[in-house]
């Protein structure tokens, strides 16, 4: 483990600047859905954010700028940020592919404000993305000096609870523990170390607020964006689902400037 946060932000860095066309060749994403028009967004999602049609989006760590693409599709228009240089190399050739206005940027969310030097309509962050930021207060003042007046705060993101569990749904450490955790992964990254952080829920909300954001509603659903165990079955929304609902597999979450 390290507590030095720029060592875990270059690890991150060469992990997905590796992993990322891997994940595109493996078919980890819905690329053909993509490709017929579809949105990769959640029914939920779209409902959750509300009206996009010219309000400017600045989606924080865009990954592969799916998700940047589908919310251009709504009428919106997005800018799309990610630490990796590779993941938005294939962002913008899926924008040009697709035919559809985007902006990509590289840079480290927690920069973001001054990077961009704007503040959005609405800022948006989903599916995978807290885990690679050792620092939530950060994380939420760059929200937060990001927001225009009036502006929408959007987050859906696994809950943290699935974490303490392992393959077969047992107690496998605590849902207290913190700190940058090491890993490696060899079915994408190439053996490619990186490092993921375990937030607890009463973090994130407390982080948001402290950076003058108020949270309008904080939902815990069922459902998860990946299967993430082999037991889970799809429901009509594209969703993942354990049998019989037993806990919470993700949260969503909207604020607002105080």
Not at 20 to 48: C, I, Q, V
Not at 51 to 80: D, I, M
Not at 153 to 159: A, I, N, Q, T, W
Request: net charge negative.
């Amino acid at each position: 483990m390290t507590e030095d946060p720029e060592a875990v932000f270059a690890a991150n860095r060469r992990y997905w600047d590796r992993s990322t066309p891997r994940k595109m060749d493996h078919g980890s994403y819905p690329l053909a859905a993509f490709r017929t028009g579809e949105s990769t967004l959640f029914d939920h999602e779209r409902e959750e954010v509300g009206e996009v049609t010219g309000r400017s989006l600045l989606h924080l760590q865009c990954n592969n700028g799916l998700e940047t693409l589908s919310w251009a599709r709504e009428g919106a228009e997005p800018v799309g940020i990610d630490i990796s240089g590779e993941s938005l190399r294939v962002a913008r050739e899926l924008a040009a592919e697709a035919d559809v206005d985007a902006e990509f940027v590289q840079c480290n969310v927690y920069d973001a404000a001054d990077v961009l030097d704007r503040r959005f309509d609405v800022v948006y962050t989903s599916r995978g993305v807290l885990g690679w930021l050792p620092d939530l207060d950060g994380w939420a003042d760059a929200v937060a000096r990001s927001l225009a007046d009036g502006g929408v705060f959007y987050l859906f993101e696994g809950h943290p609870l699935v974490h303490s569990f392992d393959g077969d749904l047992e107690i496998e450490r605590s849902y207290f523990e913190t700190g940058p955790r090491e890993r490696t992964e060899s079915d994408f990254g190439a053996d490619e170390r990186h490092y993921l952080t375990h937030h607890r829920l009463g973090d994130v909300v407390t982080a948001l607020a402290s950076a003058g954001l108020r949270v309008e509603f904080l939902r815990e659903h069922p459902f998860d964006y990946w299967r993430r165990w082999d037991r889970m079955v799809r429901d009509d929304a594209g969703r993942w689902r354990l049998p019989d609902d037993p806990v919470a597999l993700t949260f969503s979450l909207r604020a607002r400037p105080a």
